[in-house]
C-alpha cells in the first residue's frame, strides 16, 4: 500500500495486470515465503479477509476502494477419490473477472483434486 485518503487506496508505483478498469478483491495477507529467483521473485500467501476492491489497474499505479465488496463468484467442488474413502467438498468464492476467473477456476479444480496426493497414473 502507498497512500490510503478517504477511503480510497493507491499502491504499487507501476501496473499489476495492466487491465485498467477491473473489480477484484483486495485485503491483508499472510505471506508463508518468499520464492527468489534471479529472473522474478515472488510471495506465496493467502488473503485473511476481503477489506476492499481494486478498481483500477493503470501503468502509474493501482487504485481502489476500501470497504467496497466486488462480485464475487460462488463455487462448490465435491472430489471423490480413489485413495480416500470420504467425499471432500470444497467452497469457495472467485474474483468475477473476464479474463481471471477462467484460470481461477481452473486452479481450485487442479487444487481440489490433488488435495491428497497426485492423480493415478493412467493405464493403458
Known amino acids: 500500500m ?4 478517504d477511503g480510497k487506496f493507491y ?13 477484484l478483491p483486495v485485503g491483508p495477507a499472510y505471506i508463508h515465503t518468499v ?9 506465496l500467501g493467502d488473503a485473511t479477509k476481503i477489506t476492499g476492491t481494486l478498481t483500477r489497474d ?22 471423490e477419490r480413489y485413495n480416500d474413502t470420504e467425499k471432500r467438498t470444497y467452497n ?10 477462467p484460470q481461477l477456476v481452473n486452479s481450485i479444480i487442479n487444487g481440489a483434486a490433488q488435495a491428497k496426493g497426485e492423480l493415478p497414473p493412467k493405464t493403458p
Do not use: N, W
Open 2 to 5: 502507498t497512500d490510503v485518503v
Open 11 to 23: 499502491a504499487f508505483g507501476h501496473a499489476l495486470l495492466g487491465y485498467g478498469k477491473l473489480e
Open 35 to 43: 520464492v527468489a529467483s534471479i529472473q522474478r521473485s515472488f510471495k
Open 58 to 79: 493503470e501503468q502509474t499505479a493501482v487504485y481502489g476502494i476500501v470497504g467496497m465488496t466486488p462480485p464475487m463468484i460462488d463455487m462448490r467442488i465435491t472430489v
Open 92 to 101: 469457495c468464492q472467485l474474483a468475477k473477472d473476464d479474463y481471471l476467473s
